[in-house]
């Protein structure tokens, strides 16, 4: 779809030729002709004067428009023909650029505004990446020359199916033979320019027909950007086992009891001592540092060698840290020649080193120890981690703690009885019970730290909340680093808490993404940790991963030996233990979750929806005769968006003539042509809305023909 051109009027203006060219027929004939550039402007004749967009359009005759039209399909090729016919036309009404520049618009397609990030100015907002592979890799471009000596049976084939090139639903395919195994099954969330869709899962359609080789799908840990697509797509891969240690999997579990539709889930619990057989795999765990507990790392034995995937990690060997890393096991990948190394690159785009989790743990003390009245904290409720260390500081101040929001207490409970949350015997209260403490001896968690809409902490500041108020000299702690899309939200949620009299902390930490990666210096001495022979940076943007690229160059890794692969694009080994980042390429492009449908809600939805959220609609119904396609009664016209109509009655009064003059039949005789009317109202009651208004609302016209 092309967007409307806003500066058709004011470009050199078009001769007769071109003229004819636009009026020869609909886009589609013209195509199916062969279409041919514009012809060039005779020498002899002066440019015309450039035109103002905002100056009034000039009425052209339908009528003769119409039967230039018909002409035009039904001699087409006979081009001399309908060029004499076209120029009588445009001498006969004198309006030579108008007339010329309005068949312009018509044949370009006059659509409305679209896109409301667009501005009056502003390009179009291009429709969201759909991963197709055009660009050129940093690093290594993907060859179609073939290294590999062995037959493609023969290779193992590694896939990124979504992780790179954005952050979150994250997943990865090995495949030998018939032999599949697949790590994690994550979800992301939706940009701006998404209106209405959940989330985004990662696309499975190359796995159609090749389910019953799918030997195991392995979860690293359990937040959403690893586990959020399993209830979607688990029951499309015919429900294949799920391993995943004992407290992903408890929470993969309660996650799909809200999709009780679907056949309940293959999950088998492993431990990090654990070693799985799938087909030709044989798959090691070794824990790592996250800000979730059992987060894990694997070890893929495979014919051609060993991947190691880290899943989401840092290293922190502190002891004590929510999630432990087994060192050893990690130091001893150095001896084992490891093929290929699959690494987070969450934090690569960031020098230096993480945090250790019991410098987050001092600082959680300090700001719950320098925190006036009642502690309000908001996180997200897959922060394990961070909630035991919000529990244990405020039990080192004296602090009841009180969980609100649903998922935050499942999880709570779930992370309990499995003995990775540890809390001293009465220190957690119900939220009910607060008033019977004093304020300074209380602290409660929820969800919120993104101002959520629905989130409590939303709900808490506005008063709405129906047991937790805040006074004047409370503390909210929440997340400074707030995900790209919901700072509004965010700034809103900050400002109302300031006018209810609360201190506002924000701790980066509380975030998802914060405290949980590696940043430069980490990888570097997981790479020196575990040498080897090819990198391949997963998870993150396309810059994340070459950040990650570079800092290894510049740490003396083999730059041939970096594979910087797309979404889907193959990399490829042999039994020799050499790879190949191919230019083969799997689809990945976004399914969208909305509501109940998975995958129906298309790119065409969207660009609808922000049409719509751009500058609304104005539908429009005519009754016609069926015999004559004389227009019966004035047209009716419904806006949503657009004006206030109540306060408009005038350009509605206006815009209804014009529908009416529009649909004024020259021609008893012939029937309605309903397609063709529907065309030119959208066309004509377009421009005139834009030049009363400057808005483009959608415009939806609807004939009944009786
Ligand atoms: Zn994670």
Redesign the pocket.
Known sequence: MEPFRRTGGTGPSNGPSRGFRHYRGNRKQRKAQGAQGPQPQKPNQPPQPARQFNAPFKRYDPKQVRLEQARSKSQQGKTEQVKSLIEKAIAKNGKKEITVKEGLRREEGFKPKKGRGRGRLGAPTPPPRTGTYKHKPYLKTGTDSDKLTVSPKQRLKVIVMGGNEEVGRNMTLMEYGDDIILIDMGLMFPDEDMPGVDYIIPNVSYLKGREKNIRGVII????L??IGGIPHLASMLGNPPIFATDLSCALIKKRQEDHRDKPPLNLHAVKNSDMLQLGVFKIEFFGVA???PT?MGLIVNTPCGIIVHT??FKLDPTPGAQSLQETAKIKELGQRNVLALMIDS?NASHPGHQLHEYEIQHNIDDIIANSQGRVIIGTFS?MIARIQQIILACERQGRKVAVEGFSMKSNVLISQELGYIKVQKGTLIDTKDIHKYPREKVAIICTGAQGEERAVLMRIANREHPIIEIEPGDTVVFSSSVIPGNERSVQRVTDTLYREGANVVHYKMMD??AG??AKQDDLLEAHKMIKPKYLIPIEGHYSFLVEHAKAAVRGGFNQNNIFIADNGQVIEFDRHGVGQLTNKKIPTEFVFVDGLGVGDTNHVVLRDRQELAGDGIVVVMAVVSDRTGKLLQLPDLISRGFIYMKEQGELMGQARKKVAEILRDDDPRSGANAVYLKEKIRNDLGEFLFRKTERRPMILPIIVEV
């Open positions: 690293t840990h359990a937040h950007d690893h996250h800000s979730i987060a899943g989401d969450t897959s998802v993404h949980g990666h």
